[in-house]
């Protein structure tokens, strides 16, 4: 079992920045796949961003390239989620995700474990 805790959300003015962090328990290591998703009101839960187990590679959605960066350190079992130049339509709560294995992949079927989320705001 793998538990996920989020931290880090808050309230950012437009063109500010926020850092969230994802720090996982149980069984998991490098080799897990991470995944950021978010999940505004009266929308579908979305992909943000991953970073593939074993060799870290990572995946973006195309409403945050260039401006949002996921890192991971595995001695911490922490990934984190480098939000920069955000934007009213970033608002959302955010979701860290897990799965075992190097199978990087922007559906939310794909991923078994799930933190409670973390509220961001964007204000205008």
């Known amino acids: 079992q793998v538990q996920l805790v989020e931290s880090g959300g808050g309230l950012v003015q437009a063109g500010g920045s926020l850092i969230l962090s994802c720090t996982a328990s149980?069984?998991?290591?490098?080799?897990?796949?991470m995944g950021w998703f978010r999940q505004a009101p009266g929308k579908e839960r979305e992909f943000v961003t991953g970073i593939r187990g074993n060799d870290d590679s990572t995946r973006y959605a195309d409403s945050v390239k260039g401006r949002f960066t996921i890192s991971r350190d595995n001695a911490r079992n922490t990934v984190y989620l480098q939000m920069n130049n955000l934007k009213p339509e970033d608002t959302a709560v955010y979701y860290c995700a897990a799965r075992a294995g190097p199978y990087l992949s922007s559906s939310y079927y794909s991923y078994n474990y799930w933190g409670q989320g973390t509220q961001v705001t964007v204000s205008s």
């Open positions: 149980g069984r998991t290591d490098s080799t897990y796949t």
